[in-house]
């Protein structure tokens, strides 16, 4: 079955240490994207890639990094550097070139939280 | 500056009843696409409804339905015979086009109770 599959669905992380997220997909997507979701914030864009070996820095990029090697993965880096990373992680993929009316595709989520 | 704004936190609505929640949007891109998910307490993002810039009549999808209103900048979701099920977060959703990349932004979303 074609999807987009995030892991682990929990992940607890030291203060201080850096922590990566996966996130793949095998519906053919040309454009992923990570989204971090807090209680009453909704979900706010991380970054977000259009291609292989590009991406874009979203509204809060800070303290985060990620790489686009392969079009089915877009990894997600929590570095030591982002100030309050517990927080729920949504990644989407969807089609693109243009094509404004195809929806996002979500994964499950991971849930990180700094002990 | 908020590019999706979704004013009501919360809303609670009796089952059977027609509900509609609020969408405003900000945008100088004359072509975009405004989508609309619902978000229930397990934390998958179900898609509901899209709307494009261009598009002449509102989009219908079942008992969803949005009202496009593109000089006021809003795209209300209209929810007809409220289900208990249908209580969850909702979202609305904006894609736009960044200088070559679609950039895919969303509210803060808001609660929706269906009450027995």
């Known amino acids: 079955d074609g999807g987009i599959t995030q892991s682990p669905k929990y992940l607890f992380r030291k203060e201080g240490q850096n922590v990566t997220l996966s996130c793949e997909q095998n519906l053919n997507h040309d454009a992923m994207y990570w989204y971090r979701q807090d209680p009453g914030q909704g979900l706010r864009l991380i970054y977000y890639?259009?291609?292989?070996?590009?991406?874009q820095k979203g509204d809060i990029a800070e303290g985060y990094s990620v790489s686009r090697e392969k079009k089915e993965s877009f990894p997600l880096t929590v570095t030591s550097a982002q100030k309050n990373p517990t927080a729920f992680y949504l990644c989407?993929?969807?089609?693109?070139?243009?094509?404004?009316?195809?929806?996002?595709?979500f994964g499950q989520g991971t849930r990180l939280t700094v002990v | 500056a908020q590019k999706i704004t979704q004013t009501q936190p919360g809303m609670f609505v009796q089952e059977k009843e027609a509900v509609t929640l609020d969408c405003t949007y900000d945008?100088?891109?004359?072509?975009?696409?405004l989508f609309w998910y619902k978000q229930p307490s397990s934390g998958e993002m179900i898609f509901l409804i899209y709307?494009?810039?261009?598009?002449?009549q509102n989009a219908t999808e079942g008992r969803y339905s949005l009202n496009f209103q593109k000089a006021r900048k809003s795209a209300n979701l209209v929810i007809s015979a409220s289900q208990l099920g249908d209580s969850a977060m909702y979202f609305c959703a904006m894609r736009e086009d960044q200088g070559g990349s679609e950039k895919l932004v969303f509210g803060k979303g808001m609660k929706l109770t269906v009450n027995p």
């Open positions: 989407a993929s969807s089609e693109t070139g243009r094509r404004m009316n195809t929806e996002a595709f």
């Open positions: 709307q494009g810039s261009y598009d002449q």
């Open positions: 945008t100088s891109d004359p072509s975009y696409g």
């Open positions: 890639s259009q291609i292989v070996n590009d991406f």
